[in-house]
């Protein structure tokens, strides 16, 4: 729901331009708003499932 909200997608996109790392679930499927979010060069992403889920916190650190 809150991204059909203006200011949460703007908070979103300040988030991910500051100079920080961030840690964030995003869906499988989306909007536009999504699809620009997955298409970023400094983005990352790992699908969870329940084959990889409990290594996914090695992973995450590792790929620091």
């Known amino acids: 729901m809150e991204i059909f909200s203006n200011r949460f997608r703007n908070l979103v996109c300040d988030v991910l331009n500051a100079n920080k790392q961030v840690l964030a679930t995003i869906p499988l499927k989306g909007n ?8 970023r060069i400094d983005i990352h992403l790992l699908e969870v499932t329940h084959a990889n889920r409990d290594r996914l916190p090695e992973a995450i650190v590792e790929g620091l």
């Open 32 to 39: 536009n708003f999504i699809r620009k979010i997955k298409q």
